[in-house]
């Protein structure tokens, strides 16, 4: 039996409570515009690079990443490292690099992906999100060397090496 089911409304709350966060967090500017460092839990390195946004439709880095991320699961089956997410988010999105310093507000990949992964589908099917190219460019990154969180947690617990 099939639902046929509009989660746009539930979204839209997601959404609303995400946007609400970021603007509580949104204390640190430089020039009106807050810098972002995005890590992730399961990165053996954070990244050394911020990005800042200047397009009033992307205040924060948080839709286009989780864009770029559960786009690059479902078409190509791949993880996406937090450098590459910037790329992405650099080329596709007009954000900039910008250096780390104490003021960038540090934004969890893996939490977020974690706190939206109900809403996927709809995040997937927004057309401001969607961009020609981005799947060449996922492509041409390659993948991050390992094939699942699973894969990457037995290679930390015994040892091995990061391809």
């Not at 979204?11 to 460092?37: L, P």
């Not at 924060?60 to 991320?69: I, V």
């Not at 780390?100 to 990949?109: F, H, P, R, S």
Request: hydrophobic share 40%; proline share 6%.
């Amino acid at each position: 039996m099939k639902l046929d089911v509009d989660f746009s409304a539930l979204h839209r709350v997601v959404a609303k409570m995400t946007d609400g966060k970021e603007r509580q967090m949104n204390t640190v500017t430089r020039q009106n515009e807050a810098s972002y460092h995005l890590v992730h839990a399961m990165e053996p390195v954070a990244s050394s690079i911020a990005i800042c946004g200047t397009s009033p439709t992307w205040p924060s880095p948080l839709r286009p990443a989780l864009f770029c991320l559960f786009f690059a699961e479902k078409q190509e089956g791949r993880y996406l490292s937090t450098d590459t997410i910037i790329s992405l988010l650099v080329r596709f999105y007009g954000f900039k690099r910008v250096p780390l310093d104490e003021k960038a507000i540090e934004m969890n990949v893996y939490t977020a992906r974690e706190e939206h992964c109900c809403v996927v589908d709809d995040i997937l099917q927004q057309p401001l999100l969607q961009r020609d190219g981005l799947l060449q460019a996922i492509r041409a990154f390659g993948p991050v060397g390992f094939d699942c969180f699973e894969q990457l947690i037995e290679r930390e617990e015994t040892g091995g090496p990061f391809s």
